[in-house]
């Protein structure tokens, strides 16, 4: 039987349904996707997007509606985001659906829905109980985030030896055997601390982490502005950055359209697409739908 996946439809103002309708049939040969989305806001899509809703679309009904406003930040959109969110996560952990591939959310919709979340993982974090790990990235190459997203003024302070050991050992636990190249936080990697001590905690860390482990798995700090150079990139894959711009900058300039988003170390699997809800392109037939196939066939890998 092919797997079941939950598909949290995100944004109704963004361009998640449309992609979500436009792949439905590539989506199909892969797994059985549920949607989690009710009748009435399907039907009020479809006729936006002057499309007919495939006869083999399940959905999981998500109670709500509003009048989509395609392009438009608002706090009904994001409120139904959360809820369809909230409802692909009840059906893996009630064992109804083996993965969750979830659609953009708007950080500003939510807050103004009253959700104080930054984001998916975030929730996910707090909901399980976790130290969720963000992980971005495409087979070329993929990028775990030690922070994510906070202010980049707070970033050297999270650089400890204890709190960067620990998230090793999640990595290594969540997909075991890859190698990661662990990026310095500052230019030259500090050039051993004339221009900063951080690394000294990064490199301490790696060391402990490879003695548990018994495997070099982990190496580094490698210079930030040369850890993504063709020569670098075509004997490494994986890497671990210190902040969102420093990982997320490189990827999406290499390989924007193609990236997904996996969240590890947590009870369920989850992917998502690695790209917003693109308001500026809502219902016009123009949203491209690499990221999101590529997001069903990461999640099948980790059922």
């Not at 006729?47 to 006869?55: A, F, R, T, W």
């Not at 982990?218 to 850890?227: L, N, Q, R, S």
């Amino acid at each position: 039987m092919k797997p079941r996946i939950a598909i949290s439809v995100g944004d109704l103002n963004g361009v998640g349904i449309e992609i979500a309708l436009k792949a439905h049939k590539k989506i199909s040969a892969l797994c059985t996707p549920i949607y989690c989305i009710n009748r009435y806001m399907l039907n009020q899509a479809c006729e936006l997007l002057d499309v007919e809703i495939p006869s083999d679309f399940e959905i999981f009904e998500v109670e709500g509606s509003f009048n989509i406003r395609e392009g438009c930040v608002d706090k009904d959109s994001g409120r139904y985001s959360y809820d369809s969110f909230m409802s692909a996560v009840k059906l893996c952990e009630d064992k109804k659906a083996d993965a969750l591939v979830t659609m953009p959310i708007h950080k500003e919709a939510w807050m103004l829905a009253g959700l104080h979340y930054k984001g998916h993982t975030d929730l996910l974090r707090d909901y399980f109980k976790k130290d969720a790990i963000m992980m971005l990235g495409c087979e070329k190459m993929f990028v775990a985030l030690y922070t994510e997203h906070i202010p980049l003024r707070e970033v050297a302070s999270h650089i400890t030896k204890d709190k960067l050991l620990r998230f090793f050992l999640d990595l290594n636990r969540a997909i075991p055997n890859k190698k990661f190249a662990v990026l310095g936080l500052n230019p030259h990697a500090g050039d051993n601390g004339v221009l900063g001590n951080e690394e000294r905690e990064i490199e301490a860390a790696i060391e402990e982490a490879n003695s548990i482990i018994k495997e070099e798995i982990f190496f580094g700090a490698i210079v930030p502005d040369t850890a993504f150079t063709p020569h670098f990139r075509s004997s490494n894959t994986h890497y671990v950055a210190m902040y969102h711009d420093q990982g997320l900058a490189p990827l999406k300039a290499l390989y924007f359209d193609e990236s997904i988003n996996v969240s590890l170390n947590l009870p369920i699997v989850r992917t998502s697409v690695d790209h917003g809800t693109a308001f500026d392109i809502a219902y016009m037939g123009k949203a491209n739908t690499l990221s999101y196939e590529n997001a069903f066939k990461s999640a099948i890998e980790f059922i």
